[in-house]
């Protein structure tokens, strides 16, 4: 019963916990439906021993009856022939029979037992067989899906990053706007002042008109 044992422990599992631990969960569902249909071949096997098993206790168990019934038959037909010694050496043959038929009995309905049990394990290991193998390609199905998700949100995190480049890009965009703008600046501070410097040397060699002296000429010039 080792193999049924282990057969129950399979199906009880959780196969999203199985798939969570694969490396490849596509793989590890084939190898899960192959060990399967593995046991399916075991159990298979065992339930065909277990039937034979039954229908040897059936045999044996009908065989005493019958002989039971025979011994029966011929001590009736050994009074009818005015025999009693026969009969009741028909009569002691049958309740020799008789005394082995409960053991037969108990026997047969224990390997009836047996063969009902085993054939219903196989019948469900089959039908669970069929369900994973109709649910396999809607499960590799979900994992492609994943799969192409997972690459999707590589992309968005490479799209982040982009986008996070573009903003840094700005922002020594901004910085080396900002610095031209100050370099400029300077520029034009420094030509301002090299033209005042300028300016006060020609002023410093340019004659200067008294005020004084020009209002007097102009007096002078209407008095006449």
Known sequence: M????????IMASNINALLDKAEDPEKMIDQCLRNLNSDLGKVKS????????????RRALEEVDAEIEKMQSYAI??????NEADARKF?????????????LSEAYELAKTNANHMREMHDKLVSDINELESRKDMIKGKLAVAKTQERINKMGDSVANANNSMASFRKYEDMADKALDKANAMAELNRSSSS??????VSKYTDNVNVDDELAALKASLNK
């Open 2 to 9: 080792g193999i049924l044992t282990r057969f129950k422990d």
């Open 46 to 57: 065992e339930t065909a021993t277990i039937m034979a098993e039954e229908q040897r206790a």
């Open 77 to 82: 037909k050994a009074l009818e022939a005015n």
């Open 91 to 103: 009569l002691q043959a049958k309740a020799t029979l008789s005394t082995k038929r409960p053991g």
């Open 196 to 201: 005042n410097q300028i300016d006060d040397l």
